[in-house]
């Protein structure tokens, strides 16, 4: 297949974004779902709040943790593989676990084994969006990141029905075949060969990160020189330490901090919405269609908060409204313990589903303006890897709150007050950048205005810029007069 100049940006490309649209409900909108099983899970194996929890936690940190080995399938062996491959273990995990006899088998089984499947599917089906589009990059991924939302919204109501009907272990089964459908996902994953993807050595003479000794050195050599294997080693060595320098920037390891307490916050609330829902006389459909409403909600939060962010009026304060909508999701933590009657609950999930929508799609925006756009691929990696360790350590901590206090309160306080102090860091963060900038600006101005040199003959004279004309008028005159004499 002969390298295309650039990007499709249409033509099959649409139908990647359709497979990658699938990939996202069949594995975070099915993650998001398993905290539907929660209630069903602690009832059967009688098990509390803390050891129920890790079977969420284990499904998202795997997820996160996995995903690089995800991208490594993806470019060694195809995209089209790593998913297929992941589709087959994901539903392997459900149906396995439709047989679990205890909570440690759900551990490994719907825990790391589908964590690992969907960490497969999830991060090269993405990937492979960028690579069919480039000036409808945005409008590519806002359709295709939108299943996770719609998925939630759809399947929430599913699932409770077919607990009902068929019994947790039936809907795992039937979860499980549903899953596979990722096989078919990635059927659809065409590769794409593009000039830019095929680098070889003489071209990376025309790479500014390439030391300008190092370029002599090549040109001397013959191409079939075993040396050019170490030159080229000791080049990816570098390239690769320069892709990631961000890693020692005070803002990014800010960022880092604030991602950490800000992915910790929102964690346990998709776990323990439905349960804290049924705790407080809710009936099941009502709890489950509240997840629902989180879901379809979150994708309007995508959309509309990205189209706001975009305007003139809002484009230079997107930092500030990201910090917004994490400390608004924050106080809705917060409010969620007094809200104990589905008629309050409803638009608790409209607010909190329409902010959370609306910071996830403003990350890469505060990422970016961290690190820069050259950085922002290797940047958004670390960022979403962070969210692996929140993801495993709060639901059980939430838990162990819920079973040593007996209510939820400590819980919900616990995750407001995370979120709203991510949100405070950065502001403080962004604040102090801004009086540094301000301080280093001023000491321009002073630099502008040191002495200037006026020469005469032999003569010079040293005056501040402040003089005004006529000050610089007398001492003319009075250097002519030092010169007749």
């Given at each position: 297949?002969?390298?295309?100049?650039?990007?499709?940006?249409?033509?099959?490309?649409?139908?990647?974004?359709?497979?990658?649209?699938?990939?996202?409900?069949?594995?975070?909108?099915v993650?998001?779902?398993?905290?539907?099983?929660?209630?069903?899970?602690?009832?059967?194996?009688?098990?509390?709040?803390?050891?129920?929890?890790?079977?969420?936690?284990?499904?998202?940190?795997?997820?996160?943790?996995?995903?690089?080995?995800?991208?490594?399938?993806?470019?060694?062996?195809?995209?089209?593989?790593?998913?297929?491959?992941?589709g087959?273990l994901?539903?392997?995990?459900?149906?396995?676990?439709?047989?679990?006899?205890?909570?440690?088998?759900?551990?490994?089984?719907?825990?790391?084994l589908?964590g690992?499947?969907?960490a497969?599917?999830?991060?090269?089906?993405?990937?492979?969006?960028?690579?069919?589009?480039?000036?409808r990059?945005a409008?590519?991924?806002?359709?295709?990141?939108?299943?996770?939302?719609?998925?939630?919204?759809?399947?929430?109501?599913?699932?409770?029905?077919?607990?009902?009907?068929?019994?947790?272990?039936?809907?795992?089964?039937?979860?499980g075949?549903?899953?596979?459908?990722?096989?078919?996902?990635?059927?659809?994953?065409r590769?794409?060969?593009?000039?830019?993807?095929?680098?070889?050595?003489?071209?990376?003479?025309?790479?500014?990160?390439?030391?300008?000794?190092?370029?002599?050195?090549?040109?001397?050599?013959?191409?079939?020189?075993?040396?050019?294997?170490?030159?080229?080693?000791?080049?990816?060595?570098?390239?690769?330490?320069?892709?990631?320098?961000?890693?020692?920037?005070?803002?990014?390891?800010?960022?880092?901090?604030?991602?950490?307490?800000?992915?910790?916050?929102?964690?346990?609330?998709?776990?323990?919405?439905?349960?804290?829902?049924?705790?407080?006389?809710?009936?099941?459909?009502?709890a489950?269609?509240?997840?629902?409403?989180?879901?379809?909600?979150?994708?309007?939060?995508?959309?509309?908060?990205?189209?706001?962010?975009?305007?003139?009026c809002?484009?230079?304060?997107?930092?500030f409204?990201?910090?917004?909508?994490?400390?608004?999701?924050?106080?809705?933590?917060?409010f969620?313990?007094?809200?104990?009657?589905?008629?309050?609950?409803?638009?608790?999930?409209?607010t909190?589903?329409?902010?959370?929508?609306?910071y996830?799609?403003?990350?890469?925006?505060?990422?970016?303006?961290?690190?820069?756009?050259?950085?922002?691929?290797?940047?958004?990696?670390?960022?979403?890897?962070?969210?692996?360790?929140?993801?495993?350590?709060?639901?059980?901590?939430?838990?162990?709150?819920?079973?040593?206090?007996?209510?939820?309160?400590?819980?919900?306080?616990?995750?407001?007050?995370?979120?709203?102090?991510?949100?405070?860091?950065?502001?403080?963060?962004?604040?102090?950048?801004?009086?540094?900038?301000?301080?280093?600006?001023?000491?321009?101005?002073?630099?502008?205005?040191?002495?200037?040199?006026?020469?005469?003959?032999?003569?010079?004279?040293?005056?501040?810029?402040?003089?005004?004309?006529?000050?610089?008028?007398?001492?003319?005159?009075?250097t002519?007069?030092?010169?007749?004499?």
């Amino acid at each position: 297949m002969a390298p295309r100049s650039g990007p499709p940006d249409g033509g099959w490309g649409w139908m990647i974004v359709a497979g990658c649209f699938l990939v996202t409900i069949c594995t975070r909108a099915v993650t998001r779902c398993i905290s539907i099983f929660f209630v069903e899970f602690q009832a059967y194996f009688g098990q509390d709040y803390a050891r129920t929890a890790w079977i969420h936690s284990i499904v998202d940190c795997a997820t996160m943790l996995c995903a690089p080995l995800g991208s490594l399938i993806s470019n060694h062996v195809s995209c089209q593989v790593g998913i297929m491959l992941g589709g087959l273990l994901a539903s392997t995990g459900l149906i396995l676990s439709s047989f679990a006899a205890s909570l440690e088998h759900l551990y490994l089984s719907l825990g790391v084994l589908t964590g690992l499947g969907f960490a497969l599917c999830y991060s090269p089906a993405i990937a492979m969006v960028g690579k069919y589009f480039n000036k409808r990059k945005a409008l590519a991924y806002g359709i295709a990141m939108s299943g996770s939302g719609i998925g939630t919204f759809i399947l929430a109501p599913v699932v409770q029905l077919l607990i009902e009907q068929f019994s947790w272990r039936g809907a795992l089964l039937i979860l499980g075949g549903f899953v596979l459908n990722l096989c078919v996902c990635g059927a659809l994953m065409r590769p794409i060969a593009l000039k830019e993807d095929r680098k070889t050595a003489p071209g990376l003479l025309e790479q500014e990160y390439v030391p300008e000794a190092q370029k002599q050195d090549l040109k001397r050599m013959s191409i079939c020189s075993p040396l050019i294997k170490a030159w080229s080693h000791e080049c990816l060595c570098y390239c690769s330490w320069k892709e990631y320098d961000f890693l020692l920037m005070p803002g990014f390891m800010v960022l880092a901090v604030s991602v950490l307490f800000m992915a910790y916050g929102c964690s346990p609330l998709f776990v323990y919405l439905v349960p804290y829902a049924l705790s407080v006389g809710v009936s099941h459909h009502q709890a489950a269609f509240l997840m629902s409403i989180l879901g379809v909600v979150d994708i309007i939060g995508n959309i509309t908060f990205g189209w706001l962010t975009d305007r003139r009026c809002l484009k230079k304060h997107r930092h500030f409204c990201y910090l917004f909508a994490v400390g608004m999701d924050g106080l809705c933590c917060l409010f969620l313990p007094v809200l104990q009657t589905f008629p309050l609950l409803v638009p608790f999930s409209f607010t909190f589903g329409y902010f959370d929508g609306a910071y996830v799609t403003l990350i890469p925006v505060v990422t970016a303006d961290v690190v820069g756009t050259s950085s922002l691929s290797s940047a958004l990696g670390v960022v979403y890897f962070l969210h692996a360790i929140p993801y495993l350590v709060s639901p059980p901590v939430a838990g162990w709150l819920v079973d040593t206090t007996g209510s939820y309160t400590a819980s919900f306080l616990l995750c407001g007050f995370s979120m709203i102090f991510s949100s405070t860091l950065l502001c403080f963060a962004r604040l102090a950048k801004k009086i540094n900038r301000t301080h280093l600006r001023s000491l321009t101005n002073d630099t502008h205005s040191k002495h200037h040199i006026w020469t005469n003959g032999a003569i010079a004279y040293s005056v501040t810029g402040e003089l005004d004309q006529k000050d610089a008028e007398l001492l003319s005159v009075d250097t002519s007069s030092y010169s007749n004499r």
